[in-house]
């Protein structure tokens, strides 16, 4: 059913907790983006550092000697820093037959008792998943609920971004479950996942969003890619309460959304927010303001989020 479009204000918008995209954007850049995961590894095939190499070289020199999926798996805790990425592209390499394995290894990782030896295990095992393709989502989804809530978000949008749309039930609930958790940014995770998707939920959730006080980095940027009629009002509303720096991700996002339901649907949300004694005006004033920014426009501003 869908959602009525309110018409008020949100509340005093909490500023972000931090101003940069969280740990599940960069997995996804890093990890699952093939293009971004290449042009990393070739930056870290030309390191020339000696200090770095001193201390990388020799962990990313076994993990290029794996010759099998368990010898690399081995090596997972000396993975860090540039040797992530050999890692990755090792995992690339003899992916063949291995996502049973990396899965078996996934579940046993939530026995691991240091915080961060068990984070580190995740991030590997799920972006070892993914790189298994089909396969290796079926899998991960068999895995979910042994997962951390870290690991769970991250394994949200390795499913989103494999096209796994037997998982977007399964997401939806974990999104749930995590998206009024203030001090963690688990719902990034299933946020990206609904919108890799296409799933109609992430526009509501989306809309839902963006009428409280939450703020976080990736919001507006989400919003571009799937905000629909329903985001409307709560971005202009965002746009007039926001701080001078932050205006131009809210009106960029609204610039996209306007362009995805055509002009008429965008005259007649901003038509809702108005006195009706300027509604003969103020609705194709905004139109205009807001459909300055073309497609394009849109694009380069969150190139993050449509790389």
Known sequence: MPRKNRQRRP???LPASED??????FFRVGVLDEGSREMMQRGAAQITDEPV??????????????HTPAELLDLISISTGPAEMAWLEQMRLLRLGAAPLIAERLVASAAIEDASARTLAEERLIGGLYLCGGLGAEHLLRCFDSLSLYGQSLACMALGKAQAQQAADRIWTYYERVKNYTLERFLVGPLWALVDLKDPRAAMALAELLETNRDFYELPGLAALAGDWQAVLPLFWRFVEAAEGAKDDYAYALAA???RIGRAALREEF??????KSRATLPDKAVEAFSRFSPEDVEEHFDLFYG
């Open 11 to 13: 509340q005093a918008i």
């Open 20 to 25: 940069y995209p969280s740990a599940q954007t």
């Open 53 to 66: 190499l001193s201390r990388d070289g020799p962990a990313i020199e076994k993990i290029k000697a794996a």
């Open 257 to 259: 959304v306007g362009h």
């Open 271 to 276: 038509e809702k927010g108005v006195p009706e």
